[in-house]
């Protein structure tokens, strides 16, 4: 019999935690070593089956990160950029591979967390749904296909809880376009636009916001052209889509040498 992965979850009474802590308990192949919130966290002590309506698992949630750690082989991030930086480099500490969800981060953090991978296994993606990456996959075909003579504009809309914009799915599917066209995002990108703002410059890619409600997540990439017009769609309906995703990642990262790693690399998506 195979052994199982034993994974640690963190931000684990977060929606997204909520949502790994019921895929990892599902699969058989997958076993929780540990359920992670912050130190003032109402969810303390809580057994993580019991946080979410399942049966009791007897993982208490805890606030001790480095003592979670030692019983898992992966650490399962979904929280916000500084704390997921901090669980990096306990990652890099413990020697443990790390699948980071959150979203949101800047350069500087993006460049801490290359040079982490240059000492641990490292998945990295802005969306683990396997849809979204087939999108992100069809999005690249599309652009090479369409060329320069399509306009592309980039639709997002999510919950309003949601802290940043445009989305990591929303720029990782720009900076897939961008790249099939062999043209820099962040000089081409608009972010927004408001009053006279003349027309529309050939060969940017535009971004639209939407936040509101309990939008889990809608992406759509419009190719417009003279005549006709592509979209590339995706809604997600669920977060247990991305939960299921990040576990995938984990199981394929967990055997792999020091590097950073996509969900591209995970599902084969390269080339
Ligand atoms: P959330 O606010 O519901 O959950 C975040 C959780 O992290 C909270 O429970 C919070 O208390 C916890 N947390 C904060 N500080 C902590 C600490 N020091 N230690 C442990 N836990 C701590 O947010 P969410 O909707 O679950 O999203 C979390 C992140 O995941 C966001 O960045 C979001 O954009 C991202 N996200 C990514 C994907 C993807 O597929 N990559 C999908 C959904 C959400």
Redesign the pocket.
């Known amino acids: 019999m195979t052994q199982s992965l034993a994974v640690a979850i ?2 684990a ?5 909520r949502a790994l802590i019921e895929a990892t308990l599902r699969n058989s192949a997958l076993q929780l070593a540990a359920a ?3 130190d003032d ?1 109402a969810a303390l002590g809580i057994d993580a089956g019991a946080l979410i309506g399942r049966p009791v698992c007897g993982i208490a949630i805890t606030a001790d990160r480095p003592a979670a750690l030692v019983s898992a082989a992966v650490l399962v991030d ?3 950029p500084a ?1 997921a930086l901090a669980a990096l480099a306990d990652c890099v500490a413990a020697g443990k591979a790390i699948v980071i ?4 981060f800047n350069a500087a953090q993006k460049e801490e967390i290359a040079a982490a991978a240059r000492v641990i296994p490292i998945c990295m ?5 396997i849809g979204v990456n087939v999108c992100l996959k069809l999005s690249e075909i599309a652009a090479q296909l369409l060329g320069s003579n399509y306009d592309i504009e980039i639709i997002e809309a999510h919950h309003r809880h ?1 802290v ?1 914009a445009p989305s ?1 799915t929303a720029l990782a599917l720009g900076e897939a376009v961008a790249g099939a066209l062999g043209i820099d995002l962040r000089s081409n990108a608009v972010y927004s636009r408001e009053g006279q703002i003349g027309a529309r410059v050939a060969g940017t890619i535009g971004f639209a916001t939407v936040r509101g409600g309990d939008v889990i997540g809608e992406h759509s990439v419009l190719f417009l052209g003279d005549g006709e017009r592509v979209e590339i769609s995706h809604k997600a309906s669920s ?1 247990g889509n ?1 939960a299921v995703g990040a576990l995938r990642a984990a199981q394929w990262l967990a055997p792999q040498p020091p590097g950073l790693y996509s969900m591209r690399d995970v599902l084969g998506l390269n080339g």
């Open positions: 963190l931000g009474p977060g929606r997204m935690g992670i919130a912050r966290s979904f929280t916000q704390v969800g959150t979203t949101g993606a802005a969306n683990y749904s949601k940043d990591g977060r991305f």
